[in-house]
């Protein structure tokens, strides 16, 4: 124990020590599909995103004669069992059902660029953004075509 004398220097190492522990944000107690907006909110993002992209010349070609609305729920389904949403994704695997579409990394770069938008027009925050994209992000390669 430090004497009498020594003890407001005492304090001010202990405040000094405090001040220079790194400090981060506390992880968010929501689940990231609750932050997104859960069921209403990732629904309404994700049909607006396919709305755009089927009429966007960038992306549209693909879109032609797909049921824009069981694709919304489908990639919902997908979303909440990503994001901690607790549901069970019973779609098909991401490899096979682009196989075919012939998708090229522009078409999916813009795509993505789509969803940004979106999310910024919809005031989710940029943690959950970020997390969202980043959990995106490495379905690319099962996506596109070479
Ligand atoms: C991270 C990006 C993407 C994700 C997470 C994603 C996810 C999905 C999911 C979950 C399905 C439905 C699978 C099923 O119900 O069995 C699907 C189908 C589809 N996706 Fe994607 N997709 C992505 C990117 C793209 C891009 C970039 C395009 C086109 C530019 C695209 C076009 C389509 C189309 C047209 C279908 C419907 C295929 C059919 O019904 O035959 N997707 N996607």
Excluded: W
């Excluded at 909110?41 to 992209?53: F, I, K, N, P, Y």
């Excluded at 089927?54 to 919304?72: M, N, V, W, Y």
């Excluded at 990394?105 to 979106?118: G, N, T």
């Excluded at 959950?128 to 995106?136: Q, W």
């Amino acid at each position: 124990m430090p004497s009498v004398r020594l003890l407001p220097l005492f304090c001010l190492l202990l405040v000094l020590l405090g001040c220079a522990t790194p400090t981060t944000a506390p992880p968010p107690s929501e689940s990231l599909y609750e932050r997104l907006g859960g069921q209403a909110g990732v629904s309404e993002l994700m049909g607006r995103t396919l709305t755009l992209a089927a009429a966007d010349p960038r992306t549209r070609r693909t879109f032609e004669g797909i049921k824009l609305k069981a694709l919304q729920e489908s990639l919902t389904e997908q979303i909440c069992a990503l994001a901690g949403g607790g549901c069970r994704y019973q779609g098909e695997t991401m490899t096979r059902v682009h196989k075919d579409l012939r998708i090229k990394p522009s078409e999916f770069d813009a795509f993505v660029e789509m969803l940004r938008q979106e999310i910024d027009h919809s005031g989710i925050d940029s943690r959950a953004k970020n997390e969202l994209l980043r959990l995106l992000a490495p379905m690319k390669q099962a996506i596109v075509s070479p």
